[in-house]
């Protein structure tokens, strides 16, 4: 399957991550929108995560709420912008019945919001938490491999340059968005190729997953610490 990174949800080889968020988050406070470029929101061991990535990957995240259909025209993302949200609501008034609230319409683009917002997370600090165990363990993977496996793929579901394109117009993801994808699938499959030879050689394929999940989250996730506004399960500030 192409690693169209949020396209298709992303869902790694052996490190599933936390969909949780952090429960004032949940309640207590409002929906954060576009951080400060140079903020760092989260930081994942020595590695910072700016604003300026973090919005990046927010808007693949808005662009790919729906699977775009493969003809037609491209649709154009929502707007959210928390934390009245005033685009998204008039976009679902266009569709809502009358007898519908704005106080709904705002709960509805807040919960969509915070998905959104929970995948993205997620999704780019397990990036970094397979990249910073591939460092430790010396299984980092070249540029060339990377390039070769995005290629393969690529050319294996998008054989057209037409319908690459239409991809990347829908998803807004570039080259290096989908490169990123590709590396952290296959850095998770080298890592758990490892993990099982020494910690869990004889067990199911589900158990050697659960057991590796286990053994990265354990140990990442007290170096992952993110700012207010963008706790999830994966970060230290994390209380249930």
């Given at each position: 399957m192409f690693?169209?990174?949020?396209?298709?949800?992303?869902?790694?080889?052996?490190?599933?991550?936390?969909a949780k968020r952090h429960t004032?988050?949940?309640?207590?406070?409002?929906?954060v929108g576009p951080a400060p470029a140079t903020a760092v929101v989260v930081r994942v061991g020595a590695t910072p995560i700016t604003g300026a990535t973090y919005d990046h990957w927010m808007a693949i995240g808005a662009a790919t709420v729906e699977m775009p259909k493969p003809t037609g025209s491209v649709p154009k993302p929502v707007a959210y912008e928390p934390p009245d949200f005033t685009?998204?609501?008039?976009?679902?008034?266009?569709?809502?019945?009358?007898?519908?609230?704005?106080?709904?319409?705002?709960?509805?683009?807040?919960?969509?919001?915070?998905?959104?917002?929970?995948?993205?997370?997620?999704?780019?600090?397990?990036?970094?938490?397979?990249?910073?165990?591939a460092a430790e363990q010396h299984a980092s993977i070249t540029?060339?491999?990377?390039?070769?496996?995005?290629?393969?793929?690529?050319?294996?579901?998008?054989?057209?340059?037409?319908?690459?394109?239409?991809?990347?117009?829908?998803?807004?993801?570039?080259?290096?968005d989908l490169e990123f994808s590709v590396e952290t699938q296959m850095l998770s499959a080298k890592l758990l190729e490892?993990?099982?030879?020494?910690?869990?050689?004889?067990?199911?394929?589900q158990a050697r997953i659960a057991a590796f999940?286990?053994?990265?989250?354990?140990?990442?996730?007290?170096?992952?610490?993110?700012?207010?506004?963008?706790?999830?399960?994966?970060?230290r500030q994390y209380h249930g």
């Open positions: 690693v169209s990174a949020l396209l298709v949800g992303l869902i790694l080889t052996g490190c599933g991550g936390s004032a988050d949940a309640g207590s406070e409002s929906a685009a998204c609501v008039a976009h679902l008034r266009t569709s809502a019945l009358k007898s519908t609230t704005t106080a709904q319409l705002e709960a509805k683009c807040e919960k969509t919001y915070e998905g959104i917002q929970t995948r993205i997370l997620n999704f780019v600090i397990t990036g970094y938490w397979l990249r910073g165990e540029e060339a491999e990377v390039h070769k496996r995005f290629e393969e793929e690529r050319r294996a579901n998008f054989p057209t340059t037409a319908s690459f394109r239409r991809l990347q117009e829908a998803s807004h993801q570039t080259i290096p490892s993990f099982t030879k020494v910690h869990a050689h004889g067990k199911s394929e999940n286990k053994s990265i989250r354990s140990k990442w996730t007290p170096k992952t610490d993110c700012s207010p506004g963008y706790v999830i399960g994966d970060c």
